[in-house]
């Protein structure tokens, strides 16, 4: 018996929406937040292995966080503190607004990752809120705003809020304010149910204060995923995450969390395939309006098509329909080929070949992403390559 291996590649399929009643300068750049760009996003952090907050991994994710903010954003530093004999940071970018008087909007999700030993790729819990940040730090490089917007990785929730506590140590010492904090913490969803709506958190309790203005901030939300997304809303209280020291502290929260909670969180088997990326996609679009509607946000370079990396990389399945022809603008010297961890399965040398042909037949079944480096020392990440076996 013949088994034939087949490769698909998978191209998620854009939404046709109604653009009707919205800004619809807003809903282009909404709209160019993509479903590739999101999962590559995932991918680079889940491949970090693990981001628990002792290992050394989680230090090259925050550089590696550090590196993709400072691209984009026009300020981008650490906040360094101490915990359990480590070195820990939040990463922490801003993008200035013209008026400075306005505080600033803050949008924040945690990179750290559970479980604290083995295996912890982390993809929906929190890749999928980071992805959110630099999705939003994408669309930022390409837009004026009036008010200023700040962008931060949390350090070492998993552990107990530790870094969005500090991060709100250091603005009561500094006797900062924020007009809003929304928090992104699991927006995966589950990749066997449909992911259709999501929960936006409200601050129903704790100080009575600010729960008015939380609220009415979470009604903007949900009329911003009506008008620019495919998702329905519910809403929720905030809820073991890191608007909690915020809070706490008297300032007005917001958050966003998946619908259908992804049953492999805090497992080793939190793996971006038992997530939903066009889902993720979606509840980040609806941030990202909300964000740039309440920061005042005018185009810049609308008519640029936004820079994603892999955009250049052809990669398609084969005239056979088995193997990928691939064809570079750069002459490639790497092919990493990765599991849907983001642990790297096979390498080959490619040479400086620009075009080539793919057949990895001895690959068993399931979703892989290829990584190739470049002489020029570019890499493109090409996600959702799926190998299935057929007879
Ligand atoms: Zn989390």
Known sequence: ???????????????????????????????????????????????????????????????????????????????????????????????????????????????DDRPFTGPAPGADDNASGVALL?????????????????????????????????????????NDTLFLYVNADMIGGDADLANTRIIVERDEGGLPQNNAASYAYADTLQQMYAAYTTLATTTGPIYASDYMPLEAIGLVTLGVFEDHWNSTYHTSGDVIDSMDVGYATEVIRGVAAFVLTLAGYSPVEVQEPPQRRGVSLVLRAGPSGEGLWILAPERLIRMDVLDGMG?????????????????????????YWLRFTSYQGHFWIHPWVQVSQRR
């Open 1 to 111: 018996m013949v088994r034939w291996l087949r490769w698909f590649v998978l191209f998620t399929m854009l939404k046709v929406g109604s653009a009707q009643g919205v800004d619809s300068t807003l809903w282009q750049l909404v709209q160019g937040i993509h479903p590739d760009t999101v999962s590559s996003y995932i991918l680079r952090l889940s491949a970090f292995g693990t981001r628990a907050y002792l290992s050394d991994s989680v230090q090259a994710a925050r550089a590696w966080i550090g590196q993709q903010f400072a691209a984009r954003m026009d300020t981008t530093f650490e906040q360094i503190f101490f915990y359990s004999n480590t070195q820990q940071a939040n990463v922490i970018a801003r993008k200035y607004g013209t008026d400075p008087s306005l505080p600033r909007l803050v949008v924040g999700a945690h990179y």
């Open 134 to 174: 630099l999705s939003l730090a994408d669309l930022l490089s390409r837009v004026q705003l009036e008010r200023t917007v700040e962008l931060v990785a949390f350090a070492a929730e998993e552990p107990g809020l530790v870094g969005s506590t500090q991060y709100a140590n250091r603005l009561q010492n500094l």
């Open 343 to 367: 642990r790297r399965v096979h390498t080959r040398t490619l040479g400086g070949v620009q075009e080539l042909r793919l057949r990895l037949s001895s690959l068993p079944a399931g979703v």
